[in-house]
């Protein structure tokens, strides 16, 4: 594949086939691309917590908002949760000049789930203070930047080109094929 390809095919998805393991390795395989990524003053202020068995999974799952655009769907139903989960966290005792390795990290590591058959989607509507808690995480030494969910993609996604001014909106249509509206490239370059 080449970027381009990559990149188009790295959608954020949601739902999956969930009997399909994500294992440990493959985990770690993918913070090994967060870890070659950049991040700002090269400070690395963020740590990984892995996610493939059911009971942390469930966890987890408990704590995220999933598509805010589609206001009748609450997120996957059993059977079509994400295997697996790379819970993004920051040391608090660690000042960046800026918070966003989170997302370029998740970036990375998303590319790299897509380049083996996987997919995923990134989280900040997370509700942290519970997932802390149900993680046992150390909040006066982390704090959560972001989760990023991992699975086989079960749906189909596509993109949809727009002009700058239109809807960006995203939406389900009567075939359950999830729809991405992007701008124009054309209409992104401005000077
Ligand atoms: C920083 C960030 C946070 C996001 N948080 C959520 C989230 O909490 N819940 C969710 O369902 N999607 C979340 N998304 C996914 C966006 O909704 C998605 O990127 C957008 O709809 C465009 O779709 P695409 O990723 O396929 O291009 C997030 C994306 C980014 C970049």
Redesign the pocket.
């Known amino acids: 594949m080449t970027v381009l390809e990559l990149v188009k095919k790295?959608?954020?998805?949601?739902r999956f086939y969930q009997n399909e393991q994500v294992s440990r390795a493959q985990l770690e395989k993918l913070v090994e691309l967060a870890r070659f990524s950049a991040s700002g003053g090269n400070m690395q202020p963020l740590r990984f917590i892995l996610s493939c068995d059911k009971e942390k999974n469930t966890k987890i799952f408990s704590c995220?908002?999933?598509?805010?655009?589609?206001k009748d769907w609450d997120?996957p139903e059993e059977g079509e949760r994400p295997s697996a989960y790379i819970v993004i966290v920051k040391r608090r005792d660690i000042t960046t000049p800026n918070s966003l390795d989170?997302?370029i990290m998740?970036?990375s590591m998303l590319l790299g789930a897509v380049e083996s058959g996987l997919g995923g989607?990134?989280?900040?509507?997370?509700n942290k203070p519970l997932l802390s808690d149900l993680l046992g995480i150390d909040n006066e030494e982390y704090e959560i930047a972001?989760?990023v969910a991992i699975g086989k993609p079960k749906e189909k996604?596509v993109?949809d080109d727009i002009g700058g001014g239109q809807d960006t909106r995203?939406y389900r249509d009567d075939d359950g094929v999830?729809h991405?509206p992007?701008i124009s490239t054309q209409d992104l370059i401005i000077g």
């Open positions: 790295n959608r954020s998805y949601r995220l908002k999933w598509a805010m655009m589609l997120g989170a997302g998740a970036q989607c990134m989280f900040g509507a997370v972001l989760v996604i993109i995203y999830h991405v992007k």
